[in-house]
């Protein structure tokens, strides 16, 4: 059975850092790129930042270069996205995503002071 559980999403003030983990089973982790998508209320979804399945190239949305940072850890079936300097508009729930495979239940990320 296929699993994708995220983790480490909270409250942080402008300007602040989260790193979120995404923790996964049941599929060929090493074998499949994965992508982290956010979502607010009302809006269509966004690709946030995706990353090859052995690590080696990302792609990050105009929105979040140069703050936000994916990587993977083959070895421990985790991929994290680690977000610096957010802002008020990087308010979501962020998704981990396998394509073709599954998706987290997301975690939400609330930028506020």
């Known amino acids: 059975q296929v699993h994708l559980v995220e983790s480490g999403g909270g409250l942080v003030q402008p300007g602040g850092s989260l790193r979120l983990s995404c923790v996964t089973s049941?599929?060929?982790?090493?074998?499949?790129?994965m992508n982290w998508y956010r979502q607010v209320p009302g809006k269509a979804r966004e690709l946030v930042a995706a990353i090859t399945s052995t690590g080696d190239n990302t792609i990050y949305a105009d929105s979040v270069k140069g703050r936000f940072t994916m990587s993977r850890d083959n070895a421990k079936n985790t991929v994290y996205l680690q977000m610096n300097s957010l802002k008020p508009e990087d308010t979501a729930v962020y998704y981990c995503?396998?394509?073709?495979?599954?998706r987290g239940q997301g975690t939400q990320v609330t930028v506020s002071s």
């Open positions: 049941g599929f060929n982790f090493g074998g499949s790129a």
């Open positions: 995503d396998a394509p073709r495979i599954g």
